[in-house]
């Protein structure tokens, strides 16, 4: 039964309308980097456990923790009102629709704003990934409080992400995008820093410390290779930006 199951139920009266950054894996790993960076940078609480249609059935294990976990789950700092959906797998668009059903009204109960993310593939190059924001109606003037740029061209957001935004739209439910260039093959631990100094910090109000993303960003590559590979082999599973072009 589609279900979320919450931990920490303590918590659940401290948080006052949060922002939710979502981390499914996709383009550049953006999302997926971003979202561990947070959880880990501000020791952040398991608060509960995602079981809704379209997660896979898999368990999944930390080092040196034995605990056997789902796959996908939610960490919350009741200090700085945030939450963060946490992924250690690919989610297929159709399963995110499912997904989508059953962590929607759990947004509306808590008052969630959820902040998605997004790479856009990009050659990599000397300069600073490019970053915009968009929402749906009526969210859209936090992307400009936060000094957030407009897209420059017409594109779309596809994979499990652009599942979760479609059903925002639909139902018109307050949410925002983040879109960033990112590395089209490999793990872009730089993007990821873009996405979170440039676009969670001013949308959220708190500084990160990301001197440990960019220190170890080798290391990030090297340990969501594997991840990176995975979801390559099958495009529609990968949450992506890209433009549609002028007659498309």
Not at 64 to 84: G, I, W
Not at 110 to 119: E, H, K, N, T, Y
Request: with cysteine; glycine share 8%.
């Amino acid at each position: 039964m589609a279900r979320i199951r919450v931990l920490a139920e303590e918590l659940t009266d401290e948080l006052e309308s949060p922002t939710l950054v979502e981390g499914l894996p996709g383009v550049g790993l953006v999302g997926k980097i971003a979202a561990d960076h947070l959880v880990e940078a501000f020791d952040m609480t398991h608060y509960a456990d995602v079981f809704c249609e379209g997660v896979p059935k898999v368990a999944v294990y930390m080092k040196d923790d034995p605990t056997l976990h789902p796959p996908v789950r939610l960490y919350a700092d009741a200090e700085r009102d945030l939450l963060v959906l946490q992924s250690d797998i690919p989610i297929r668009p159709d399963a995110a629709t499912e997904l989508a059903s059953c962590l929607g009204p759990w947004f509306e109960d808590l008052d969630v704003l959820p902040v998605f993310l997004s790479g856009i593939a990009h050659e990599k190059s000397e300069g600073v990934p490019a970053l915009y924001g968009v929402g749906t109606d009526g969210a859209t003037s936090r992307l400009e409080d936060a000094g957030i740029d407009r897209p420059t061209e017409t594109g779309l957001v596809s994979g499990p992400t652009g599942a979760l935004l479609s059903n925002a739209v639909s139902v018109g439910r307050p949410a925002l995008a983040l879109v960033v260039e990112s590395d089209p093959q490999f793990p872009d631990p730089e993007a990821a820093r873009v996405i979170i100094k440039h676009g969670i910090e001013p949308l959220v109000g708190v500084e990160v410390p990301v001197d440990d993303l960019v220190d170890s960003a080798t290391e990030i590559r090297q340990a969501k290779e594997q991840l990176a590979r995975r979801m390559q082999q099958s495009d529609e599973e990968s949450t992506q930006a890209r433009p549609l072009g002028m007659y498309q």
